[in-house]
């Protein structure tokens, strides 16, 4: 149920990949030729920034021309004779049932440091011999550390889709999750993903996930300054952190802002804490927290500050047993969400609020709270009336439109 | 036919027309005569009166055309008491031309600026004290600052007493030809709560269905027009719907606009209606007021009140096991 709809809506074939039309079309005319023998250059180096779909590309085209995809990423080859294991049989023979290989070292900029020295090497040698054909993936290709290997490699660029092409992958995903959702929600998802497919897919997901409707205003507050990859880490580190130093460290070593990680750890607390019991300790810390925020509002002594970021992290950490219930996504603090959403619809109950204070001598807040639950009843129940006293008020006909629809 | 809302509809014109607050009423009357007014202090519960008693003294001492010489700011509309100041430096600033030698700026809500601004307000009160008389209008005039106080006749409203309410539901519904039963007039008392501007609200909305007023169709209304309940938000957490309680709180916070503080009040007296055993409640109880002192001291209502769910989600578990 719970699965990332990055590996749900995963492209199955190449004409499912958005964007990088050129890349694509080398890849496949580099692959053809080894049907006759293998290219001059027997590997490929694709390169790119995140989540522009070298990896996706990779399998969808193995999974076009079925062909047997022997993948591994950095962390499983650190070594030479890791690699020569995992890569080096695989390069010379074919597979038991003749289907052809291909071979993925994924992540290469992984590969660092004096220990996985030799691992380069090792790539770069089996490179020149292999029978099969070899895909690298790196985001920087022009990294010193590759020279040597760069030279053994055709290479292939990966540019950001555009903000109308990760639109349009978003469109199709909320059609298929059946969520009816704006244009400009959409948009401004995909704005904000600067050309990151994957971080778009993600963001989609959190906020939209079990939902059947997203409108701007729902998303309308993603422009705040935090990057939601350094929130999700410190979420986890500070969720399952276990003990107090390990939570506390999660805040300290991340510059975010405490309110909004306040907010963060709120709204995702019951989707990870079940046990009532621990729950219930969790967001005691929370309260305490927030009540230390209320002190440093009301004294402006910001010494107070340690306090609050004590119990909203090494509070909660230690509240639970940390029992996993397999694999929760973390969420958008959906109270923001309501929250610029509610914003807009005060605007307008105000705007209503104020054109009733003018005749009946309040507020335009207590106008909201004391006649407009009655004006929409009055609304419902004898039009005539209702329509009358709009007209009394001088309610144009959007702000009657919104009283009638029932806010 | 036109149409209005019957607050306004049948809002007294004059000090004459005005039930109850009699003491009140005669004082102000008496300043009519003598063609002169301090500044005043009107404060009180809401739907009391307040604001009606200002226009009748206007209406009574300029005559007909008084809203010439009045002029109306609600502090919690106005952004800033700079708003304030330059209004009432336009507004005071020229002289009254009738045989009354100033204007009445009447400022409502006025307990809600801060300390800071109505330090501002007292320097303009006194400024153009010679062309202008105040009439602050509070909640709690205990929220309005000393300085202004002292220069200010003090008015407490009070709540109007059962049967003066049940006095001008029966003149309203005669006047308006409506049929109302007796359980009516007492379920709109009931809800009124001796707020007037409230009772008249339901009494029209409930007049709005055109069918006999009597208890149940009041009732239905009323809930019509509230329909986010603190009741069942509580059962939901009781019954281990967190989220979902959660859920209903943010409603009741941002949609319906309820304080904190109005909601951890409705708990409070829902609690003994529970069907849960009695030391339960009592513990229960213990909670709500640990929570009701750290909304005192917290920034945020719906964190502090969750907490409080999450406590009632723990209860209802520890309850079933027994």
Known sequence: MNIPWTLKYRPRTLSEV??????????????????????????LLLYGPPGTGKTVTVEALANDLNMELVQSNASD?????????????????????GKRRLILF??????????????????????????????????????????????????????????????RLLAKICSLEGIEAEPDALKLIAERARGDVRSAINDLQALAQGRKRLTFEDVAWLSSRDRKEVIFNILRRILYAGNVS????????ADVDLDMLLEWIYENLPYHIKDPGELASAMDMLSLADVYRGRIAATQDWR???????????????????????WTPFRFPSRIMSMSKSKAERGRLRAIGLMIGRRCHISADRAAKDVIPFLRVIMQNNPEMGMGIARWLGLDDEMIAYLKSGG | MSYEMWTEKYR??????????EEIVNRLKSFVKARNIPHCIFAGPPGTGKTTAALCLAHDLYGPGYHEYIMELNASDERGINVVRETVKTFARTKSIGEVPFKILILDEADNMTSDAQQALRRTMERYTETARFILIANYSGRIIEPIQSRCAPFRFTYLPEEQIIKRILYIAEQ??????????KAIVEIGGGDLRRTINVLQTAASTGKPIDEETVYSVVGRANPADVREMMLTALNGGFIEARNKLRELLLKYGLAGSDILAQIHSEVFRLNIPERWKVKIMEIIGETDYRLLQGSNEEIQLSALLAKFVEAGEAIRRG
């Open chain 1, 18 to 43: 958005i964007g990088n039309e050129d890349a694509k079309k080398k890849i496949l005319e580099w692959i053809r030729q080894w049907e006759r023998k293998p290219p001059k250059k027997r590997a």
């Open chain 2, 176 to 185: 308006e030809g409506l049929t109302i039963t007796d359980d009516g007039v």
């Open chain 2, 12 to 21: 007294p014109r004059s000090l004459d027309d005005i039930i109850d607050q």
């Open chain 1, 77 to 97: 080859y650190r070594t030479a004779e890791a690699i020569q294991r995992f890569a080096g049989r695989s390069s010379r023979y074919g597979t038991l049932f």
């Open chain 1, 106 to 167: 994924d992540e290469l900029g992984g590969i660092t440091g004096s220990a996985d020295r030799g691992g380069l090497r090792e790539i770069t040698k089996i490179v020149k011999e292999t029978g099969s054909p070899i895909i690298l993936i790196a985001n920087d290709a022009y990294n010193p550390r590759f020279s040597t290997l760069r030279k053994s490699c055709q290479l292939v660029e990966f540019k950001k889709p555009t903000k109308t092409q990760i639109r």
């Open chain 1, 304 to 326: 107070l500050m340690r306090y609050y970021i004590d119990f909203m992290s090494a509070g909660v950490a230690t509240s639970w047993s940390r029992k996993a219930h397999g």
């Open chain 1, 246 to 253: 390990g939570a506390l460290r999660a805040v300290n070593e």
